[in-house]
């Protein structure tokens, strides 16, 4: 017999509101008490008294076991969140940036009070990523997971490469559409893919890696001639995170834009759908592919999760335990193209090798080895207006 979930949610935003629709749909033993949102004045489509900007409304309701959380506030997200947790509530969140950039100590708060937070809307959107790396992939050895994790940037990708649109043209219709994130670098700067990579990690690897010591290079800095070059060789650009077991028991994580060829199974993943590769020892390669963001889609995960608290699931962590051997890396050498300016530039970033140059008047790259550790340490000389850098095969 399932458990009645008492639910107070935060957020009546596009996931908030994407999850009520789906809900309402269905005869679930849940209840919907309260919401919390942040502007009182706002219209919504639901009867006032439903409604509150007091978090304490849901926080302090003795009735209320399960809170989701699906505001666009980071901090205020962790504050409910630990909140919540350490009074005995269960938390279902979607927030990546949250969940990433604090991941351990609410994997401490869970073990410490015995409460569960899922978070399965917040990596690939409707994808259902998290809980197979966690329970089907238990035992698998993973070489590695990567693939498309932002729509946003992705739907850009697709109009400037499929239907010759302008760089801003497509960024301004994605966020018209309600892919991009509020603050649009998070999505283009490869900030978001990264947070998700973060905790893939996590599930893939039993690892707890800091964002901020993941490397992140987004699209905001293609230009036509990169276009020009990946169009001529029949590629197409894509940005790719990557969680890779290297020898030595060593892990690598970056998000870096590459040139994808047409036998990889990215190359169709258009516009603000997802698409996540695993590669394994035994099971070889599989592919999700799914909508990776929106209110739907987004909130059909969400809900995945509510209803899995209703039989108590949690994530076990079981990989950290084990993790002890493992461990994150970036000393890993990468094939790369990098456009530049001013060819002074070559004499401040390290290449292993150089197997590639090209030299015009105004469109100057080389093709080489660069060690991931370099590329960190050089991050503002590469990402610098003007350069841009994309992994080669
Ligand atoms: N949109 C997507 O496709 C997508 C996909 C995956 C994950 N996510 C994640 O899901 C979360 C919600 O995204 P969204 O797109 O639904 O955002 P959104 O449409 O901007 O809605 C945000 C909601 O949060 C409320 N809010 C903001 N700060 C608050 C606070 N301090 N206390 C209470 N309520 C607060 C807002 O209240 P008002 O209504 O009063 O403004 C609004 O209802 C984010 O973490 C996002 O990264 C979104």
């Known amino acids: 017999m399932s458990k009645k979930l008492t639910i ?23 209840e919907i008490k309260k919401f919390v949102i942040k502007n009182a004045q706002k219209e919504r489509s639901l009867p006032a008294e439903l409604f509150s900007t007091d ?23 962790f504050e409910i969140t630990k909140k919540a947790l350490s009074t005995g509530k269960n938390v279902v969140s979607a927030n990546k940036k949250m969940i990433a950039t604090h991941l351990q100590e609410l ?42 994790f932002n729509g946003s940037s992705n739907y850009i990708l697709s109009k400037i490469f ?33 947070f998700k990579l973060a905790i893939v990690a996590s599930h893939a690897y039993g690892l707890f890696v800091d964002p901020n010591k993941i490397l992140n290079l987004g699209i905001d800095k293609l230009n036509t001639a990169d276009i020009r070059y990946a169009k001529e ?21 970056y998000v870096i834009p590459k040139f994808i060829a047409k036998d990889s199974m990215l190359f169709n993943v258009e516009n603000e759908n997802n698409g996540v590769l695993v590669k394994a020892a035994f099971a070889d390669e599989q592919f999700f592919y799914g909508k990776g963001a929106g209110g739907h889609p987004t909130g059909s995960a969400v809900l995945s999760d509510i209803t899995a608290l209703r039989y108590d ?20 050498d990468i094939k790369v193209y990098f456009r ?11 290449f292993k090798n150089i197997s590639e140059r090209f030299y015009g008047e105004d469109y100057k790259y080389v093709i080489g080895h660069i060690n991931l550790q370099e590329i960190i340490n050089k991050r503002e000389l590469i990402n610098q207006p003007g350069y841009f850098l994309a992994e080669i095969s």
């Open 8 to 30: 107070g949610m935060f957020g009546f935003g596009v996931v908030g509101q994407g999850l009520y629709d789906i809900i309402k749909t269905k005869n679930l033993n849940l």
């Open 55 to 77: 978090a304490s409304a849901i926080l302090d309701d003795p009735e209320i076991n399960t809170v989701v959380e699906l505001i666009d506030d980071a901090d205020a997200a």
């Open 107 to 148: 994997t401490a708060l869970q073990q410490k009070y015995g409460t569960s937070l899922l978070y399965e809307g917040a990596v690939c959107g409707s994808i259902p990523i998290i809980r197979n790396l966690e329970e089907y992939y238990d035992n698998e050895l993973l070489h590695s997971v990567s693939g498309i």
């Open 162 to 194: 499929n239907e010759n649109q302008s760089y801003d043209a497509a960024l301004k219709k994605a966020q018209e559409l309600g892919f991009a994130e509020t603050d649009p670098t998070l999505d283009v700067g490869g900030y978001d893919p990264k």
């Open 233 to 253: 060789k029949n590629f197409k650009i894509k940005l790719i995170p990557l969680a890779k077991e290297i020898s030595n028991r060593e892990v690598v994580l």
């Open 313 to 332: 699931y949690r994530y076990e962590y079981k990989k950290h335990l084990d993790a002890q051997e493992l461990a994150y890396s970036t000393n890993f």
């Open 340 to 350: 530049y300016e001013d060819e002074n530039i070559l004499e401040n970033i390290a």
